[in-house]
């Protein structure tokens, strides 16, 4: 009975004192009964640390990947933001024709962030001004019933994450932003939902001409990129699955077109994909012209030029979607020309995706492009070296000994040898060389330029999707979560006009495949090495993995329960 007293005193001492205590260790010694514990004192607390401030624009992939990975409680997050949650924007031509609803693609970011240890606050507001020099952005709040009364307000930071994705770029079409429908927010996909489903109503008017009506049911959508594609497509599945027997006296008056200025629709994909995308479509009646480029958008028609003649040709139309192409913000185009970049279509960063010419902002995403650095602008720098004992020339060994520091600083060299199907750079100088001994290879300076001449010709700009924006918040959340410790031992390749490594290994983004609906539960799949699906089986790895991409359970339920839905009782056709 003592030892239980004892036991129970122990234990409430602990739960009372616990700043006190590091371990307490209960042993039971099975012979004897009796009871052994061990204490051990805290030492003092530290003295805290201020932490330093980063402000986070957006909500979008890039912002909501950043806060999803940073995990280090040393900092003091401030999100700015005029929507309060994330959207799975892949799913959005889904929207649009009720496959999925707009609830089941959201996010509160609130959710996201409020089980992590590290300090987050949000704010409802757009930002409209950003002072690099000073360290502040200047936002304007997008509710309503602002508190006090203030209207806009100023916030400082020690680090600025610039993810506010893009505009629509309409490349100052007349009348495209008066009459056309775009697909960028969950807003944009209802709007075009409600609008299908009155161009239906209005069509089944009985003092409707023939004529108004075939143009009232004329959709047009102008992109052939994956998103004008995948709507197109959803678009033709919902008015023959399921608008066909809600309205059968207009079925046969409903007429998709699909207007694209280049040669092919998908021209990001591989030819195979592009060559079926087409043929499917032609033979589901989604009339696609290609080499239309459109001029001119009015209330009832788009004027589209015919690159092939340069003839003019009028379409009239019910509803437009406009998919092509992304522009610049406004506040974003200002804070270009504020640091020197007012020439460039987005922001320039290095290939740590710091903001060129300010070392405390990141741009992430849509809103920004990597300026990767070209080997031939450091080709001197990179000679002297590898070119340890100052001789001249480097041999082979010599080149390799920082090969891998070159492949990580530009790696446009590795692609190069790739494409090239060389084994490695010893292959390379050879050839620069035309020596078939690959040991005793020596190379001055100017051979060394010629060898490397055409490496740059490697370089490519990332496309603007949410897979780089997502890879792009991860990678940058994992240097923040590591900052300390690799300012004391960098972690990244050799400064090659510099001392020592950078702290940072850069930013490399991998491609992980990319998907095109095609409807009928038809998808194409292009995934790594050159593997391409086509097909029912591709659709189904579609659901399984935008299923599991969902940024939570909740949504990921609701997504999964709209497609059950949409088996078993078909498309809501309803215009709320």
Known sequence: MSSITFFHRLSSAFRDNQSHLKLVLLCTAVSGGGLWAYGESVAPEEAV??????????????????????????????????????????????????????????????????????????????CFKIDAENRKVYCRSSVNNNLDGKEEFVVDYDYLIVAVGANVNTFNTPGVTENCHFLKEVEDAQKIRRTVIDCFERANLPDVSEDEKKRILHFAIVGGGPTGVEFAASLHDFVNEDLVRLYPGIKDLVKITLLEAGNHILGMFDKRITAFAEDKFRRDGIDVKTGSMVVKVSEKEISTKELKNGEIKTIPYGMAVWSTGIGTRPFIKDFMAQIGQASRRALATDEWLRVEGCNNVYALGDCATINQRKVMEDIVAIFKKADKDNSGTLTVIQFQEVMKDICERYPQVELYLKNKQMGNIADLLKEAKGDDKKESIELNIE????????????????????????????????????????EKNPEGPLRFRGEGHHRFKPFRYKHLGQFAPLGGEQTAAQLPGDWVSIGHSSQWLWYSVYASKQVSWRTRALVVSDWTRRFIFGRDSSSI
Request: proline fraction near 5%.
């Open 447 to 486: 051979e060394l330029k010629t060898a490397l001449s055409k490496v740059d010709s490697q370089m490519k700009f990332l496309p603007a999707t949410a897979q780089v924006a997502s890879q792009q918040g991860t990678y940058l959340a994992k240097c923040f979560n590591r900052m300390e410790e690799c």
């Open 49 to 126: 640390t201020e932490k330093k401030k980063v402000v986070v624009l957006g909500t979008g992939w890039a912002a909501t990947s950043f806060m999803k990975n940073l995990n280090n409680p040393k900092y003091e997050i401030q999100v700015v933001s005029p929507r309060n949650y994330f959207a799975f924007t892949p799913l959005l031509p889904s929207v649009t024709c009720g496959t999925v609803e707009a609830r089941s693609i959201v996010e509160p970011v609130r959710n996201i962030f409020k089980q992590k240890k590290v300090d987050v606050q949000f704010s409802e507001a757009e």
